[in-house]
């Protein structure tokens, strides 16, 4: 008996020691940033049925900053920036105000420091600032990433927005399912195809 309480000592000891020796979860923070704004979208077009009849909606383009510990994410990148100007065609009426850059710049983080960009699908309103990070790693759906590589063109769709990541070997992955980014459950990217087969969400804990 004694033996086997020293053994039990022993082994709480251990775990206590090990619970002790646990680093500290990352600091996990989430900035919403401004990349553009659709106004005058018809409700009808969200509708399977075409509802709401003539009404109208102010669709906000949201971009995202994450910082998962020393490391940033930027989730989507809005339009492009020909935009802030007013004078750039697009498949829709776009008003922009600031670069994602420049609202970067204001949290005080430099493109540079940007690790990696996630995108959660290849249409214009999402891929238009890529370009501003091209030494980040790009994670995009597989089907996505291989339509753009194979220059599949469309209505709201621009290979050449990602153009750092379409040559074979670039720093790009291809995202097939859910992808747990940081490996640590606190960002995961779900899969969500639909939208686009690639088309992807991002659970931030």
Not at 8 to 18: E, I, Q, R
Not at 22 to 34: F, G, Q, S, V, Y
Not at 40 to 49: E, H
């Amino acid at each position: 008996m004694k033996a086997i309480g020293w053994a039990l000592a022993l082994l709480l000891a251990t775990g206590a020691s090990a619970q002790a020796e646990t680093p500290p979860a990352p600091e996990l923070k989430l900035w919403r940033l401004d990349c553009g704004s659709m106004p005058g979208i018809p409700l009808a077009m969200f509708s399977d049925t075409y509802a709401y009849g003539g009404q109208t909606i102010d669709m906000p383009v949201s971009c995202y900053l994450i910082k998962h510990g020393d490391s940033y994410m930027v989730w989507d990148t809005g339009f492009g920036t020909e935009h802030i100007a007013g004078v750039a065609d697009s498949f829709v009426k776009v008003t922009m105000k600031r670069s994602l850059v420049d609202q970067l710049a204001d949290l005080g983080v430099s493109p540079q420091r940007v690790s990696i960009v996630g995108i959660s699908h290849n249409h214009g309103d999402h891929v238009g600032q890529a370009a501003s990070f091209p030494q980040a790693k790009l994670l995009i759906g597989a089907a996505d990433l291989a339509a753009m590589r194979a220059g599949q063109a469309g209505q709201g769709i621009e290979p050449e927005r990602l153009a750092p990541w379409l040559a074979p070997g670039s720093d790009a992955e291809g995202v097939a399912g859910d992808k747990d980014v940081f490996g640590d459950g606190s960002v995961v990217m779900l899969a969500m195809p639909g939208h686009t087969e690639g088309h992807h969400a991002l659970l931030v804990r």
